[in-house]
């Protein structure tokens, strides 16, 4: 397992851009494909996106398709998502996760490593 430590959430306004990161440690991160998946108050976590191993292959949750962008750094040993033109439903608790493997996917119970979370609130 990685460990996984996500940052820039906050509150913004409709409308505006976050860049969300997830730094990993711990493990080969680029053996692992890796998601983001969110949790609003009082409902279930759900997937927003995922990429491969290699960042050759992206998949966006269609609430979300056209206003973000999953993309990794190998390098960094980071994967990011980029957000853009936000909406207040988009408020929740945003989480990365890594799943060992070449492929991702939209399944949570797919993955075995877990951050804490960044908060994301986005007022009207």
């Known amino acids: 397992q990685v460990q996984l430590v996500e940052s820039g959430g906050g509150y913004v306004q409709a409308g505006d851009s976050l860049r969300l990161s997830c730094a990993a440690s711990?493990?080969?991160?680029?053996?692992?494909?890796m998601g983001w998946f969110r949790q609003a108050p009082g409902k279930e976590r759900e997937f927003v996106a995922t990429?491969?191993?290699?960042?050759?292959?992206?998949s966006i949750a269609d609430s979300v398709k056209g206003r973000f962008t999953i993309f990794r750094d190998n390098a960094r040993n980071t994967v990011y998502l980029q957000m853009n033109s936000l909406k207040p439903e988009d408020t929740a608790v945003y989480y990365c996760?890594?799943?060992?493997?070449?492929?991702?996917?939209?399944?949570?119970?797919?993955?075995?490593?877990w951050g804490l979370g960044t908060q994301v609130t986005v007022s009207s």
């Open positions: 711990g493990g080969t991160f680029s053996s692992h494909a």
């Open positions: 996760a890594a799943r060992p493997g070449r492929s991702g996917s939209k399944n949570a119970y797919e993955y075995d490593s």
């Open positions: 990429i491969t191993w290699s960042g050759g292959g992206t």
